[in-house]
């Protein structure tokens, strides 16, 4: 049975820093392109950053890029997400999720999801 367990969400000021993990279970993130989504009130879900099964490559949707930094910890099965610089907009629940496929920017591709982590920034 998979399991994505996402934590380290919370309250921060504009400009802070969160880091948030994905631990994973019956799943190997070396092996998964393990993606980050958001949801905002009212708002679709939409692609953050992914790190793809093959290559190891990473993706970043524009809204982050040179704020985000996304990393796997192999021996900790873990994917991981640097947040720097944040900005209210940021404000959203955050999951994690991982499957075996390349189009690491659609959640429709993939099967296995965490319950979301909370992440909350003051102006």
């Known amino acids: 049975q998979v399991q994505l367990v996402e934590s380290g969400g919370g309250l921060v000021q504009a400009g802070g820093s969160l880091r948030l993990a994905c631990a994973a279970s019956?799943?190997?993130?070396?092996?998964?392109?393990m993606g980050w989504f958001r949801q905002a009130p009212g708002k679709e879900r939409e692609f953050v950053s992914a790190?793809?099964?093959?290559?190891?490559?990473?993706y970043y949707a524009d809204s982050v890029k040179g704020r985000f930094t996304i990393s796997r910890d192999n021996a900790k099965n873990t994917a991981d997400l640097q947040m720097n610089s944040l900005k209210p907009e940021d404000t959203a629940l955050y999951y994690c999720?991982?499957?075996?496929?390349?189009?690491?920017?659609?959640?429709?591709?993939?099967?296995?999801w965490g319950q979301g982590t909370q992440v909350t920034v003051s102006s």
């Open positions: 019956g799943l190997t993130v070396s092996r998964n392109t």
């Open positions: 790190i793809t099964w093959n290559s190891g490559n990473t």
């Open positions: 999720a991982g499957d075996r496929t390349f189009a690491y920017w659609a959640p429709r591709e993939y099967t296995y």
